[in-house]
Nanobody, 121 residues
Framework: QVQLVESGGGLVQPGESLRLSCTAA????????MGWYRQAPGKQRELVAI???????TYGDSVKGRFSMSLDNAKNMATLQMNSLKPEDTAVYYC???????????????WGQGAQVTVSS
């Protein structure tokens, strides 16, 4: 079965940058969307960015102007460039995608394993 494999994350100081990557590993018939959500301790999971192939990317209000996402539909891979990071960006970032693996099954919603991003001085 297809899995979402994340990489990146880590510990940075305020104002610095990080990059996350997500790849849908396996055979895919159709990729409907791909993006990231994040969840900080004690808070609900929130949208960071999500992209639909051939359409514009939607960003969460708290990251607009600082984060930028790119989607390579041919490689089933996405990258999230996070600039001007703030302590409030500290969270676990989860890759998300809705995709179809073959013509027989229904679209599936997948989540990555999560990547910790910590912004602290």
């Amino acid at each position: 079965q297809v899995q979402l494999v994340e990489s990146g994350g880590g510990l940075v100081q305020p104002g610095e940058s990080l990059r996350l990557s997500c790849t849908a590993a396996g055979k895919i018939l159709s990729l409907y969307n791909m993006g990231w959500y994040r969840q900080a301790p004690g808070k609900q999971r929130e949208l960071v960015a999500i992209s639909v192939p051939g359409a514009t990317t939607t960003y969460g209000d708290s990251v607009k102007g600082r984060f930028s996402m790119s989607l390579d539909n041919a490689k089933n891979m996405a990258t999230l460039q996070m600039n001007s990071l703030k302590p409030e960006d500290t969270a676990v970032y989860y890759c998300y995608s809705v995709l179809r693996e073959d013509t027989f099954g229904s679209p599936r919603t997948l989540w990555g394993q999560g990547a910790q991003v910590t912004v602290s001085s």
